[in-house]
């Protein structure tokens, strides 16, 4: 089975990876972290992704792989930039993903309420069967 889940390293990032731990037989896993960016700022000019916060993101899904190690379970990690929703859909389409994980609340609830809930986007576009964990 490939399984996308989608992890930044909040507390349902981590309720999603826990899901991923219970799967059993052969599981082909991808954790992937999604930083916003880049953006169009007031005079539509780009803005650029502060770097610490790609860093951190980074260090999160590096963190993860290695506790998943310990657990027994081998994950590849992948950073991306854009939209999330976008992202893990795209991601789902490259691995041929018969599964996405993740959790219905992420780091940045402020862009949420603004731009939508990126669950409720995978919900609707994704291209497999969603697992959404809250």
Do not use: F, W
Not at 94 to 108: H, M, S, V, W
């Amino acid at each position: 089975m490939k399984v996308v889940v989608a992890y930044d390293g909040s507390e349902h990032a981590h309720k999603a990876v826990d899901q991923l731990k219970l799967l059993s037989g052969p599981v082909d896993a991808v954790l992937v972290s999604v930083v916003r960016g880049p953006a169009l700022g007031i005079r539509g000019t780009a803005v650029e992704v502060d770097q610490s916060e790609i860093d951190a993101a980074r260090d999160a899904l590096q963190k993860m792989a290695k506790e998943l190690a310990a657990a027994g379970r081998t994950v590849q990690t992948k950073l991306m930039m854009g939209e999330p929703a976008d992202a893990l859909i795209d991601e789902a389409i490259e691995q041929k993903a018969d599964l996405i994980i993740l959790g219905t609340r992420g780091l940045n609830l402020a862009k949420r309420i603004v731009m939508g809930s990126v669950s409720t986007n995978v919900l609707h576009h994704a291209p497999c069967s969603v697992l959404v964990v809250r």
